[in-house]
């Protein structure tokens, strides 16, 4: 959008929030795997004997990569809070929805009512051609009616 919309005070303060959000979970994700890579280095010998350091490092990287799949869960709710806010207060998008929804069902109308107006002239003219027939044929039988009632009049 070219043009900046004016935020309240209230959502300008939420979306700051998702973006520290953001970038704490991402910082946290960033320390905690260069901390993992760090253990992972081999060290020369120190006061605490080789096993127990194994320990301490495995129960290290442990946590340390609990605290990264903690990171990434919070940044897939912060994503459902993103979608959750542009979805409640994205009003001109769900306006243009709507009346690009109108203006479809507008169309359709139209179109039906032009279907309507020709089927009912297409019965228009169907029944007046039925009438039509109707009032010739009974015209002809009241006709020949009264031709037959004329000759036996004539001839008895």
């Known amino acids: 959008m070219s043009q900046q919309r004016v935020l309240p005070q209230s959502k300008e303060t939420l979306l700051q929030s998702y973006n520290k959000r ?3 979970d991402i910082k ?6 260069t901390e993992i890579i ?17 320990e301490q490092d495995n129960y ?7 605290n990264i799949v903690r990171a990434g869960e919070s940044l897939m709710k912060l994503v459902s ?3 959750q806010f542009l979805i409640l207060n994205d009003f001109p ?35 007046y051609e039925l009438e039509e027939e109707y009032y010739s044929s009974r015209k002809t039988t009241v006709t020949d009616a ?3 009632s004329l000759l036996k009049l004539m001839f008895h």
Not at 41 to 48: A, L, N, R, S, Y
Not at 98 to 106: E, G, H, K, T, V
Not at 113 to 126: A, T, V
Request: with cysteine; hydrophobic share 35%.
């Open 81 to 83: 809070d993103l979608k």
């Open 93 to 127: 998008s769900v306006n243009e929805a709507i009346n690009q929804r109108n203006q479809q069902l507008r169309t359709m109308q139209d179109e039906c009512d032009k279907k309507l107006i020709s089927l009912r002239d297409e019965i228009s003219i169907d029944l």
């Open 146 to 148: 009264v031709r037959q």
């Open 60 to 66: 290290e990287m442990h946590v340390r990569a609990a």
């Open 28 to 33: 946290s994700i960033m320390d905690n795997f």
């Open 22 to 24: 953001l970038k704490d």
């Open 38 to 54: 760090k253990t992972a280095k081999i060290e020369d010998e120190t006061q605490v004997s080789r096993a127990t350091q194994s």
